[in-house]
Structures are given as structure tokens and as C-alpha cells.
């Protein structure tokens, strides 16, 4: 009986403000939150393009910036010092001081951007389907320089462009990086805009998604400021920057039901023994709300929240956030869970269709589905058709086979019941490659 009675914990309370959520964001005029992938082949400068932008928007301080100049400079690699920029943040995400897979953020007077992955890794491609699983849209970095930009287009930047358009990414800016090297050669970018923009429309892309900015991470140039090579001055277009402020959140699902995909749990804080956290994709919720949580149908209390690093009352789609949690026991809290509204719950689903780009061939095969973080093991159990890449329709009914590089319409049946419904992103996965990703109809 003891026992018993030292286990059994009072459930906490805490009073909702009733607070009218979406009048407070309107109110708020919080700024609003993007979230972006970059894509490109090695050595495009990806990691220079975004340690600048977060250098020169003040995301990290002058003095650790000065460090990693006198660093970087000491090796002679002037520009590695904003390549590190970004490996700090990944050094950070290994020893779990922030959260998720959202570390790198840095924002201007109407836009908080983060960058959902951390370009330059090894093993890119997993990586980059996480990005781009959470992205709004991508900025693809071109390397203008003679020779690399044709290399580079057959190479990684194809396959990445066909991955975060199969994933539903709709707006691409490219950023025709290192015009430095070319002179500032208009003709050069000419030459690009128009085979990428050509090369992306075959991919699915519509033209009215892509802009090109020439630009130089390297010198600074055209990403916040101008650039003032008199050889630049044929160019009076947008800033990278500001191509980046006119994009719009991949759905605008502030009034839908809350849906929320756990990132971490993090258990043992002092205050708040058990947070998670994660991106919000749909809807709104606020402290003092209950929550359900999907596949386990256990619910849970919001003690309080962290929107994008600050404490907060409420929090809504495309907002980034710790959630403290009571009166749930963390065992039915994994990443890769959903968290949602009990009024509109998600179903738990057996089987599911899909629209995915192949990266291997395709026929009824056991794999593994992946979304976000969520993973369960299942089958391809019918190919329904292959489909044009720009307009969706359907080519051959009832394939014996999809080919790499084919989109196609399939159905996939899992193994245990799990919390999945449209439009999510998807990657399924066989013998540790990925073979498919894609968007659930
Ligand atoms: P990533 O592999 O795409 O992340 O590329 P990095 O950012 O590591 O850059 C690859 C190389 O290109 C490095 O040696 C950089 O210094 C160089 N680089 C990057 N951006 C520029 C640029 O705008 N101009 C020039 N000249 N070199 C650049």
C-alpha cells in the first residue's frame, strides 16, 4: 500500500489564460519564421554564403567572429573563418546545448530565419531530406567559376534539387555564388540563370519560384549589402537577403488543428523536468492546453513554453518551441512522435499513398517510412502509376517497376499503426539507402 501511494504523483494544474490565440500573433506582429535548407555541390561555398549572412546580421557576436578571423587566418584560409561559423553550431548540436536540428538562426527586422541543416557535412543527403522535411524553401549555391558550374549541375545540385521538390519545397532562390572568380561577368550569369532555371523547371519548379542573385559570400558581396565592384554595378536586383524576406511559410495552417512533430525530449532540468521540442506545422496552443500524443494516445499538460528561445504564453505554426510538460510519464514521449489537438486527433493509419521521387528502383519491397523523425518499418504493396515530373500526370498505370529518378504515385502499407496524414513529407528508406521520398496524398 505504501508503495503504492509514494508513486502516485498529484497531477499538476496550471490555469489557462484563454487566451485568443491567433488575435495574440496578430497582435504580436511576430515576426514571421522561416525556415530554409541549402543545397548545392560540395564546395559551391555554402558554408561561407551562410556563416556570412549569419556574421553580417549579427547572429554571433564580433568577438567570437574576430576569433575564428585570426584562426582561420592563421592557416591562411581567410574564408574558412565563416565556414566555421557554421561547424560551431554543429559542435553545439553534438554535445546537445541546442536544440534540434534548428540551431542556426539569425533574423532581420520583419523575418526570423533558421537554417534546418548544417551544410558541409559528410553525410549530406540524410541530413538534408531532415531539412528539407521541415524547409519553406531552399537556396540552391551555384559556383559561377568556369568549368565547376557544368560539373556541379550534373552532379550533387541535381539530385538535391529533385529531392526538395519531390518533398514539396516550391520557391528556390540561387545564389550564383563566387562571381568574384568570373570577373563579374554578366553573360556568365546570364549563361547559368538561364540552364539552371531550365534544368529546375524540368525538375517541377514553376519559373514565377525561381530567383537568381549573383553574389559573392566570400567578399560580402550582394548578400546584405551591395556590391561595390564597379564590374557588379550591371546588377541592380534584390540582395540575397531580400529574396530570402519575400518567402512565404510552406502551408499556412495557423486555423488547422494543432499537429506538432517531437524533435527532442529533454528530461532532468530543475524547473522543467520533462521538455520537447520541435517545430510546430499546424495550429496554435498555449500554456495550460492539453495535448495528445501520437502513436501512444497519452495526453499531456503544457506547463509552459520557449518560443524561439524566449518564454512565452502561447505559440503557433511555423514557430520553433520548448513545450514543458506535466502528468504525462516520458516513456510514451519519443522523437518522431506527434503532438496534437484531442479535439481533431491525427488517425493512426495502417497504409498510406504517395507521391516520391525514386532515388533506387522501386517494386513491392520492404522499407523503411521516415518522417521527421519518425520511423516504422513497412512495404511498397502497389506501384499506381508514374507521372510527369512538371505537371503530376499520370504517364504509365501500374508500373512492374519505378526507375531512379522517376516520380510515382505508390501505396505503402506499415507495420505497426502510426500517426501519418497529408501533406506530409516522407522518406522511405531500404537497407540503410534511401530509395524514395516524398509527399503523402
Ligand atoms: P561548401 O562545401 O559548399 O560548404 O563550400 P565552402 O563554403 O566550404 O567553400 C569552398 C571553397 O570555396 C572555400 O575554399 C572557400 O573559401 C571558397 N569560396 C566560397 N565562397 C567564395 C566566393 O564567393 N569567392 C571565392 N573566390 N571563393 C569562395
Redesign the pocket.
Known amino acids: 500500500g505504501n508503495l503504492k501511494a509514494l508513486s502516485v504523483e498529484e497531477p499538476v494544474r496550471v490555469k489557462s489564460k484563454n487566451l485568443d490565440v491567433l488575435a495574440e500573433y496578430e497582435k504580436s506582429r511576430q515576426k514571421k519564421a522561416a525556415n530554409f535548407v541549402?543545397i548545392?555541390?560540395?564546395?559551391?561555398?555554402?558554408?561561407?554564403?551562410?556563416?556570412?549572412l549569419l556574421a553580417d546580421l549579427n547572429a554571433i557576436d564580433k568577438r567570437t567572429m574576430e576569433k575564428y578571423r585570426r584562426e582561420a587566418e592563421k592557416i591562411g584560409?581567410?574564408?574558412?573563418a565563416?565556414?566555421w561559423v557554421?561547424d560551431q553550431g554543429s559542435e553545439e548540436r553534438a554535445r546537445g546545448v541546442t536544440i534540434d536540428i534548428a540551431t542556426n538562426q539569425f533574423e532581420t527586422d520583419n523575418t526570423r530565419f533558421t537554417i534546418v541543416d548544417a551544410?558541409?557535412h559528410r553525410d549530406f543527403i540524410p541530413n538534408m531530406i531532415a531539412g528539407a522535411s521541415q524547409a519553406d524553401f531552399a537556396v540552391l549555391?551555384i559556383?559561377a567559376?568556369t568549368g565547376n558550374f557544368e560539373s556541379g549541375l550534373k552532379g550533387q545540385t541535381k539530385e538535391h534539387a529533385l529531392l526538395v521538390r519531390s518533398m514539396g519545397v516550391q520557391k528556390v532562390v540561387v545564389a550564383v555564388?563566387?562571381?568574384?572568380?568570373v570577373s563579374w561577368s554578366k553573360d556568365r550569369f546570364d549563361e547559368i540563370e538561364q540552364q539552371v532555371s531550365s534544368f529546375l523547371t524540368t525538375a517541377g519548379f514553376q519559373a514565377k519560384n525561381l530567383s537568381f542573385i549573383p553574389?559573392?559570400?566570400?567578399?560580402g558581396?550582394n548578400i546584405t549589402r551591395r556590391s561595390e565592384n564597379p564590374n557588379a554595378a550591371w546588377y541592380t536586383g534584390s540582395l540575397l537577403i531580400e529574396e530570402l524576406e519575400t518567402s512565404e511559410p510552406f502551408s499556412h495552417a495557423l486555423d488547422r488543428p494543432l499537429r506538432m512533430t517531437i524533435g527532442d525530449v529533454f528530461r532532468g532540468g530543475v524547473q522543467n523536468p520533462l521538455s520537447i521540442s520541435g517545430r510546430i506545422d499546424a495550429g496554435s496552443l498555449q500554456v495550460g492546453d492539453s495535448l495528445l500524443v501520437m502513436p501512444s494516445g497519452e495526453s499531456a499538460l503544457i506547463k509552459g513554453l520557449e518560443r524561439d528561445g524566449e518564454p512565452g504564453d502561447w505559440a503557433v505554426a511555423g514557430q520553433n518551441v520548448i513545450l514543458h510538460l506535466a502528468n504525462i510519464d516520458p516513456i510514451h514521449l519519443r522523437s518522431g512522435d506527434i503532438v496534437c489537438s484531442p479535439v481533431s486527433p491525427i488517425q493512426n493509419v495502417q497504409s498510406f499513398t504517395t507521391k516520391v521521387l525514386a532515388f533506387d528502383h522501386l517494386m513491392p519491397m520492404q522499407i523503411d517510412v521516415h518522417r521527421g523523425r519518425l520511423h516504422v518499418s513497412g512495404r511498397i504493396s502497389r506501384l499506381v502509376a508514374t507521372l510527369d515530373k512538371g505537371s503530376g500526370v499520370a504517364i504509365k498505370k501500374k508500373p512492374k517497376i519505378v526507375s531512379p529518378g522517376t516520380i510515382a504515385r505508390i501505396v505503402v502499407e506499415i507495420d505497426q499503426p502510426a500517426p501519418l496524414e497529408a501533406p506530409s513529407r516522407v522518406v522511405l528508406r531500404a537497407a540503410g539507402e534511401t530509395v524514395a521520398a516524398g509527399l503523402l496524398e
Do not use: E, I, W
Not at 548545392?40 to 556570412?52: F, N
Not at 555564388?177 to 572568380?181: A, S
Open positions: 541549402v548545392g555541390h560540395v564546395d559551391a561555398g555554402k558554408s561561407t554564403l551562410m556563416g556570412r584560409k581567410g574564408s574558412f565563416f565556414a557554421l551544410p558541409g549555391v559556383d567559376g555564388n563566387k562571381m568574384d572568380t553574389c559573392s559570400g566570400y567578399h558581396d
